[in-house]
């Protein structure tokens, strides 16, 4: 197996280039040439294993270049010891037929984490092999969770140092708190003026600046990214969903038809991850993508026209909150059977009018895998208290999002297949808005509403949610959103040419 760029097939790389890289050098998004397939020997196999032993087996074809024995040090360094119970992905039952997959167990308590926690390990094996001892310098542009789960990943990790940009006003209290007391001497964070495309508009601009780059080599660094567009978050996800399927052959559900999948989407990440689990032989019938207001998926899924000239809704469930999916590329990479040219020329057209049509051919095998719905944050706060006085099953605002648009969906075909939900973060992470919705409003600060939503609920606080309560914030600068050159510069201690 090797990586191939999105829009320009002949662009080649290793999986340890891919992940230093994190972006091809014309624009593109690097993908597999061809996957692995499991069959029901391999099931079997992996369904004995524990979710480290899983990641092993599951992570090794795809990264071609890494030795057995660095699989097994990254791996192990990242699941080893950061989750809640040591269960990275548990499958908790919400109803007949419907597994919840909390991914929220984490130091950052949301599914970021999954990926996070293992690609500081990914990238500085990677860039041990490819970048000849240059610093690697990550830069991220979050919607609340990436930002965190990066900085924890990456927090003192040698030879890296990580800056982060988040739109000031489009994150929650807590996700804010967590990034500003972030600890670590390789850390930055930056609060912009504008929302999470500017903030992913401004990095990715950063990242292909020739001057920028040329700055940054002649004081032997090279930037990488810890967003969703490098192989190395995306091959992490892969291994819950095939663990899930494991987990439910284990519970010995009727997996005759299948099972669906909900995910709660924003930069299409984590449901492009499902997809290539389903395309490795993991028996996922539907695809179902839960959006919020920002329904820009819901439309295309239904029209084949892709269009971000929209209004933009900031919403109780803010990583979601993003009109420009930028993963999305890769699923059209895949569903034009690898055509280069025509992914090529539909980003061209994104870049230039924000927005691009699918071909006949394309759009009918999107119909075949996926189903997209949405729910506003009235209908949001509902499936929270639904789900809670009903089930018994509190769910964060995110996750809340994706139970909605399963009901909407199991309505709208009466297909009862058994269903996993991706549940994204604790419902701590948000608690003002899961108080709100459960009917209590009374408490001031965050931390009143913390502890309202544990006595209310009877569930326990997350520790590191708890730890938050009297963490020093280190971090208050905000830049405008041309500023975040310079702001990238000041945080590395260097100047331009
Ligand atoms: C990032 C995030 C999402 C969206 O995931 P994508 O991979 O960007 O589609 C959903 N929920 C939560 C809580 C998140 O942090």
């Not at 061809?34 to 090794?60: Q, V």
């Not at 040591?86 to 599914?111: D, I, N, R, S």
């Not at 040698?158 to 996700?175: A, D, H, K, L, R």
């Not at 569903?335 to 980003?347: P, T």
Request: aromatic share 10%; glycine share 8%.
């Amino acid at each position: 197996m090797n990586y191939i760029s999105t829009r320009n097939r002949s662009i080649t790389a290793t999986a340890a280039e891919a992940i230093a890289q994190g972006i091809s050098e014309e624009g593109g998004l690097f993908v597999p040439d061809c996957f692995p397939t499991l069959d029901g020997e391999d099931f079997k196999a992996l369904c004995a294993l524990d979710y480290i032993g899983r990641a092993k087996t599951i992570l090794k074809p795809f990264l071609n270049d890494f030795t057995e024995e660095e699989i097994a040090h990254c791996v192990e360094g990242a699941y080893t010891g950061s989750f809640e119970n040591e269960a990275p992905a548990p499958l908790v039952k919400m109803a007949e037929g419907a597994y919840v997959l909390e991914l929220w167990h984490g130091p950052t308590c949301a599914f970021k984490d999954l990926a996070l926690q293992l690609l500081p390990y990914l990238l500085v094996t990677s860039a041990g092999k490819t970048a000849g001892g240059k610093k690697t310098v990550i830069l991220v542009a979050t919607s609340g969770d990436t930002g965190k789960a990066a900085l924890e990943g990456f927090c003192d990790v040698p030879n890296t140092e990580i800056i982060v940009f988040y739109p000031s006003q489009g994150v929650s209290t807590m996700q804010k708190l967590q990034m500003a007391s972030q600890k670590g001497e390789n850390v930055h964070v930056f609060g912009i003026h504008g929302n999470f495309d500017d903030a992913q508009t401004g990095v990715k601009a950063i990242f292909t600046d020739p001057a920028v780059k040329a700055a940054l080599a002649a004081n032997n660094m090279q930037f990488s990214s810890a967003n969703s567009i490098n192989w190395g978050r995306l091959a992490p996800q892969i291994v819950y969903y095939v663990s899930a399927y494991c987990d439910l052959l284990n519970r010995g559900e009727d997996l005759q038809n299948g099972f669906n999948v909900v995910v709660p989407t924003g930069n299409f990440g984590n449901i492009l991850a499902a997809y290539y689990a389903k395309k490795m032989g993991v028996p996922i019938a539907k695809l179902i993508c839960a959006s919020n207001a920002n329904k820009v998926l819901t439309d295309f899924i239904e029209t084949g026209i892709y269009d971000r000239n929209r209004d933009f809704y900031t919403t109780i469930s803010p990583s979601m909150d993003i009109l420009i999916s930028s993963n999305l590329e890769r699923m059209l990479f895949e569903l034009s059977g690898g055509d280069d040219k025509q992914v090529a020329a539909c980003q061209a057209q994104l870049a230039k009018t924000g927005r691009f049509e699918i071909s006949p051919e394309v759009k009918a095998k999107m119909d075949e895998i996926f189903w997209g719905g949405f729910c506003d944050d009235n209908a949001t706060r509902d499936t929270i208290a639904r789900t809670f006085t009903e089930k018994g099953y509190l769910c964060d605002t995110h996750t809340a999002v994706a139970v909605n648009v399963y009901e909407q969906y199991r309505q709208a075909t009466g297909d009862s297949r058994p269903c996993v939900i991706a549940s994204t973060a604790s419902p701590y992470k948000f608690a003002d808005s899961v108080l709100t919705a459960v009917g209590q409003k009374k408490a001031d600060s965050e931390f009143d509403k913390v502890r309202l939503l544990s006595e209310l609920t009877h569930t326990s606080i997350p520790a590191p949610i708890a730890a938050l309560e009297n963490a020093h914030v280190r971090f208050k600068e905000i830049c405008e959103k041309d500023q975040m050159a310079s702001a990238v510069f000041a945080a590395l201690q260097i100047t331009p040419d």
